[in-house]
């Protein structure tokens, strides 16, 4: 009596154990603390919020989608460990991380496991290796830096550009390619200042930002050092406009700079504010779950859960192995699949294609000037 | 050139505020033998009251005086009785090592129940320039030079003007005889650890609103204020003084005429040569500590 008892708890079990795998796992490794915490936090709600989502409607192919989230401490040798381990247990797909360093010392390993990953990482070279397995959310330093020095040239009309970048992968990667636009287009770099990643004094920075007098200051540093350099900029009177990328003009550095963000303007793949109905229908959703307004990094874990439901549903079967090349070359409709927000098309890098905006904070609020179309 | 007086101005206004927490490291070190490895997170943690403060309602002000209370009673008394005093007796090391242990726990904390993110702080002073000698300075630099000044000056003058003071000092110097003559030599060393925590508020408040309120930021400020000691002198307020001073604006003309890239290295540099040609710092005297 007892072993049937026995047996009949372990049936049980196992029948409660398939249909636990009926679920579709993701995995996610992610800046949750660290200098990537703003990043990664935002990442991994925008993941959340999706997945609820997708589940409350039933799933992917009748399947409901599960993540597991890991910390890589902002670190890109624990951002490696923690993949190792994510990718031990198999995931459908890999989420993350949203630094480029990180992404770059994890992307062989998920490729050698042939795990798609999708990721946030923006530093040019990601893409660039030959990766077949990599998936941007955003747009690459390819993409945005020559729209980025285009600006700087062609509207703000500097002829003398100052350059601040953060010595890491990103940072270095962005600095390289708007150095080499903007001196193709015309304007001068006069100051070509590297600055580190936490650092917290801008004082002698901004110094030679004043000593060099230039027509533009480009800004590209992480969201916090973006937030210290902009209060050192209006401290000591940088009147220079101000033009950066999407860190420089988040929500975060808004909220931490205060005033002193106003009048930055940047080039943004992603942002709230962005005059598109979809998108704000996911601002309102995600301010109403998390009670804050996201930065694009929201935007960005949200999009690549929907990137995981297009792809699947497009191949009709749930196929690790045939998910990244399902996903290249593919263009996801937003009339189509509400939750990909805009319109978007992936090359055979796996970079992106969309359209951009460019914004500029006003009274600490992120205006969007300039909707830059779609480039095909 | 203006550029030189800038970059002088922002030094030493970080330095002012280098300077309040090596003053801090001196005189525990002066009345109870405790090199304090938190003294960073010291600076960190009163700029989380404040903003708990602020969260619960408390206007800026108000927020101030009840975070400056409750470091003193935290970082004060509380360190006092709960850290320093039962490990005091096991040595100056174990003390030392059980500080940084309590950084650690401090900067986990607040991780804990904070965040991980860095949240904006509001600056006593108001932004905006005044000109001095054709330059324009920032009052947000003046204002922390101003207030760090005041510190240090209402400091020193009551280490040296007072009887209560010299009776510290008698403390500091000499316990036994001190305590002989009648110097309440407890009560005195309970004080220095409330003047500690006062001025690492002081310097929390100060420097917050520059660097943000965010859990780790104590460390780099933490190890400036630890070189700063030691390059001014480990046993005298004065020395501490001078090498907050000098290690702010060396630091400012390192990032500014070696590299950014090295700037982090300038004072080391600059400490590895005090500790081989000049032992006892700058202003220390080699002879003073005996116990």
């Given at each position: 009596m007892k072993s049937t008892l026995l047996v009949g708890a372990l049936l049980t079990a196992m029948t409660a154990t398939s249909a636990y795998a009926q679920a579709i796992k993701l995995a996610d490794v992610a800046e949750l603390s660290g200098g990537g915490a703003t990043v990664g936090?935002?990442?991994?709600?925008?993941?959340?919020?999706?997945?609820?989502?997708?589940?409350?409607?039933?799933?992917?192919?009748?399947?409901?989608?599960?993540?597991?989230?890991?910390?890589s401490q902002s670190n890109p040798g624990v951002a490696r460990a923690q993949v190792q381990k994510a990718l031990d247990a198999e995931p459908y797909v890999l989420l993350g991380p949203g630094y480029s360093g990180s992404v770059k010392v994890t992307a062989p390993l998920a490729a050698e496991a042939g795990i798609t990953q999708i990721m946030g990482g923006e530093a040019a070279e990601l893409t660039q290796a030959g990766n077949k397995f990599l998936f941007r959310t955003s747009f690459g330093q390819q993409s945005s830096m020559p729209k980025v020095a285009k600006y700087i040239h062609d509207d703000m009309k500097a002829k003398t550009v100052a350059v601040v970048w953060v010595n890491n992968d990103f940072g270095r990667g962005g600095r390289d390619v708007v150095i080499k636009e903007l001196e193709r287009l015309g304007s001068k770099v006069v100051a070509d200042l590297s600055t580190e990643a936490g650092q917290a004094d801008f004082a002698a920075d901004v110094g030679k930002i004043k000593a060099a007098n230039p027509d533009a200051v480009f800004v590209y540093l992480n969201e916090e050092e973006s937030a210290r350099i902009l209060k050192e900029l209006k401290r000591q009177g940088v009147t220079a406009p101000l033009m950066g990328e999407t860190t420089l003009i988040g929500q975060k550095v808004i909220e931490l700079a205060g005033d002193a963000a106003n009048g930055a303007r940047g080039h943004v793949?992603?942002?709230?504010?962005?005059?598109?109905?979809?998108?704000?229908?996911?601002?309102?959703?995600?301010?109403?779950?998390?009670?804050?307004?996201?930065?694009?990094?929201?935007?960005?874990?949200?999009?690549?859960?929907?990137?995981?439901?297009?792809?699947?549903?497009?191949?009709?079967?749930?196929?690790?192995?045939?998910?990244?090349?399902?996903?290249?070359?593919?263009?996801?409709?937003?009339?189509?699949?509400?939750?990909?927000?805009?319109?978007?098309?992936?090359?055979?890098?796996?970079?992106?294609?969309?359209?951009?905006?460019?914004?500029?904070?006003?009274?600490?609020?992120?205006?969007?000037?300039?909707?830059?179309?779609?480039?095909? | 050139?203006?550029?030189?007086?800038?970059?002088?101005?922002?030094?030493?206004?970080?330095?002012?505020?280098?300077?309040?927490?090596?003053?801090?490291?001196?005189?525990?070190?002066?009345?109870?033998?405790?090199?304090?490895?938190?003294?960073?997170?010291?600076?960190?943690?009163?700029?989380?009251?404040?903003?708990?403060?602020?969260?619960?309602?408390?206007?800026?002000?108000?927020?101030?005086?009840?975070?400056?209370?409750?470091?003193?009673?935290?970082?004060?008394?509380?360190?006092?009785?709960?850290?320093?005093?039962?490990?005091m007796r096991h040595g100056v090391l174990p003390l030392a090592i059980a500080t940084m242990a309590l950084a650690i726990g401090i900067k986990e904390a607040v991780k804990q129940f904070f965040s991980a993110e860095a949240s904006p702080f509001p600056s006593i002073v108001p932004t905006g320039d005044?000109?001095?000698?054709?330059?324009?300075?920032?009052?947000?630099?003046?204002?922390?030079?101003?207030?760090?000044?005041?510190?240090?000056?209402?400091?020193t003058t009551l280490l040296n003007r007072t009887s209560l003071g010299h009776q510290m000092q008698a403390a500091a110097q000499n316990p036994t005889?001190?305590?002989?003559?009648?110097?309440?030599?407890?009560?005195?060393?309970?004080?220095?650890?409330?003047?500690?925590?006062?001025?690492?508020?002081?310097?929390?408040?100060?420097?917050?609103?520059?660097?943000?309120?965010?859990?780790?930021?104590?460390?780099?400020?933490?190890?400036?204020?630890?070189?700063?000691?030691?390059?001014g002198g480990f046993n005298q307020v004065r020395g501490a003084i001078a090498?907050?001073?000098?290690?702010?604006?060396?630091?400012?003309?390192?990032?500014?005429?070696?590299?950014?890239?090295?700037?982090?290295?300038?004072?080391?540099?600059?400490?590895?040569?005090?500790?081989?040609?000049?032992?006892?710092?700058?202003?220390?005297?080699?002879?003073?500590?005996?116990?």
């Open positions: 936090t935002n990442w991994k709600n925008g993941i959340d919020l999706a997945i609820e989502e997708i589940n409350a409607k039933g799933g992917v192919l009748g399947r409901k989608l599960e993540v597991t989230h890991a910390d793949g992603l942002t709230t504010d962005a005059p598109v109905d979809l998108v704000k229908q996911f601002r309102e959703k995600f301010s109403k779950k998390y009670n804050y307004v996201p930065d694009h990094n929201g935007l960005k874990g949200y999009l690549a859960v929907y990137m995981v439901k297009a792809t699947t549903e497009k191949m009709g079967k749930v196929d690790p192995k045939k998910f990244a090349d399902t996903l290249h070359g593919l263009t996801i409709k937003a009339a189509d699949e509400p939750g990909i927000l805009m319109d978007v098309t992936f090359d055979g890098n796996g970079d992106i294609d969309r359209q951009s905006f460019l914004v500029e904070v006003v009274e600490g609020k992120q205006v969007v000037k300039q909707v830059l179309p779609k480039v095909k | 050139m203006s550029n030189l007086f800038d970059l002088l101005v922002a030094g030493l206004a970080t330095g002012a505020i280098y300077a309040l927490v090596a003053v801090g490291f001196t005189l525990l070190w002066q009345t109870s033998q405790t090199i304090n490895f938190a003294q960073g997170e010291f600076v960190m943690l009163p700029a989380f009251l404040m903003l708990a403060a602020m969260h619960a309602g408390a206007p800026f002000w108000l927020a101030i005086i009840l975070g400056i209370l409750l470091s003193m009673i935290l970082l004060g008394l509380g360190f006092k009785m709960l850290l320093v005093d039962p490990m005044i000109s001095i000698l054709g330059h324009a300075v920032s009052l947000q630099s003046i204002g922390v030079l101003v207030v760090a000044i005041l510190a240090v000056v209402g400091l005889v001190a305590r002989i003559i009648g110097v309440p030599v407890e009560r005195m060393i309970l004080l220095t650890f409330l003047i500690n925590a006062f001025l690492v508020a002081l310097a929390s408040l100060l420097i917050t609103p520059i660097y943000l309120a965010k859990f780790s930021s104590g460390e780099v400020l933490g190890q400036a204020a630890f070189i700063a000691a030691i390059v090498g907050g001073l000098l290690i702010g604006v060396l630091d400012n003309l390192a990032a500014a005429y070696v590299s950014t890239q090295y700037r982090a290295a300038v004072p080391m540099i600059f400490l590895i040569a005090v500790i081989l040609f000049r032992p006892q710092g700058l202003l220390g005297r080699a002879e003073e500590r005996t116990v």
